[in-house]
């Protein structure tokens, strides 16, 4: 293209620039994002710019990308065209507000005062109405709102402008369906997140992983070892990291666990318990088969009704939920992740050699040994039932 040529088009471009007038809404398409403005071809009226941070999210993050198409308002045509994707407050005429209005470009408005019903809105020089339930989407004390400037939408506009309704809720709750949008794409089964406890209840708590996305860590999943009542391990407010267990799209289910980001207690069983050791115990739980144990923290045993002697006040009185005791280990199944074991009597020698063992263990860090004689005792008489109990499952 040669000089004159060029000129002629650059000539020709700044009187389409001029024909268009301030305050028009007009649509083009990104071709360009530099630091401080991106440039936008709005076809044969020639390329306009538009200020970056009104390309941005509220958190501060690009919301568009080249190639994208915007619609804005020409703010000015000086030295070419400059856009906005919101309404300044000191430039609405009524016609701008109309075009707002049907195009559903924001505007600013600085809220007056509160009024029956919600705000007085002064847009610009024009007074407008907001609704209480429109002025944010949570609830709130009116004064806080007095003062400020706000980016609203305009859902009403009638008699010529005199009857002007604005919603700023509606302008917040599409920039937080945005970010939870964003925040859904991070939200993939074994992603390790960050999130904050929003309520807890006895089936678990709802975990805030960011724009209001919710996750369910359920009861279960919390620890290793049974947690009765997850108050006493969570706090809403508290800021934790879980794990992505599953994502249901269809039913919008996010389930998080706690616990598998550590190490499952039951991959050393194998080398940490052996049929016939003697270890201590802590009930936690009693039902008519038997009693449950707390080897360690994660690491559950059954002692079988079978296993228990024969007493006056009845076998339950040895082992009230809370005790600790000498319990011998009878069987191990590690691919049911199941132990059963037995009480060691009390007083007996076992149970003191169980009790020198572990104090000898404690000064030399020694593993524990089997002490075995129980174990032959009680296995046979605990195996039948196990097996009935698995063909009754």
Avoid at 41 to 52: F, L, R, S
Avoid at 376 to 385: E, M, N, V
């Amino acid at each position: 293209m040669s000089d004159t040529e060029d000129f002629a088009a650059m000539f020709e471009a700044s009187l389409q620039a001029k024909r268009i007038e301030q305050g028009q809404t007009i649509e083009g398409t990104i071709v360009g994002i530099g630091p401080e403005v991106a440039f936008v071809d709005v076809g044969g009226k020639g390329e306009a710019t538009i200020d970056i941070d009104e390309l941005e999210n509220a958190d501060g993050q690009l919301d568009v990308a080249v190639g994208d198409r915007i619609q804005a308002v020409v703010v000015s045509t000086r030295g070419g065209l400059t856009l906005s994707r919101r309404l300044a407050q000191s430039a609405a005429t009524r016609q701008q507000l109309e075009n707002a209005f049907h195009s559903g470009l924001p505007v600013e408005g600085r809220v007056e005062k509160s009024v029956k019903g919600g705000y007085e809105v002064r847009v610009g020089g024009h007074r407008a109405f907001c609704p209480f339930s429109q002025i944010d989407t949570t609830r709130t004390e009116p004064s806080a709102h007095e003062g400020k400037v706000y980016t609203f939408r305009i859902t009403e506009y009638s008699e010529g402008g005199r009857n002007l309704v604005v919603s700023r809720r509606a302008i917040l709750e599409e920039e937080q369906h945005a970010a939870a949008e964003a925040v859904r794409r991070s939200i993939v089964p074994g992603a390790v997140l960050t999130g904050r406890v929003a309520t807890v209840r006895e089936f678990g708590a709802f975990i805030d992983l960011g724009a209001g996305v919710q996750g369910l860590l359920h009861v279960s999943e919390i620890g290793w070892s049974r947690v009765s009542d997850p108050s006493q391990v969570l706090q809403p407010g508290e800021e934790i990291t879980v794990k992505v267990l599953a994502v249901d799209e269809a039913a919008e289910r996010i389930s998080l666990g706690l616990k598998q980001l550590t190490a499952d207690p039951w991959s050393r069983v194998e080398t940490t318990y052996q049929v016939g050791q003697v270890v201590t115990g802590r009930v936690t739980r009693v039902a008519e088969f038997g009693a449950f144990v707390e080897l360690e923290p994660g690491i559950e045993a059954l002692a079988h009704v079978s296993t228990f002697e024969p007493t006056s006040q009845g076998w339950k009185a040895s082992v009230a939920p809370g005790t600790s005791a000498a319990f011998e280990i009878l069987t191990i199944d590690l691919e049911k992740k199941r132990i059963g074991v037995a009480l060691v009597p009390e007083g007996s020698t076992r149970a003191g050699a169980h009790a020198d063992g572990e104090f000898s263990r404690r000064e030399t860090g020694e593993p524990a040994e089997g002490l075995g004689s129980l174990a032959d005792r009680f296995r046979d008489a605990l195996q039948p039932r196990a097996r009935r109990g698995d063909g009754e499952g």
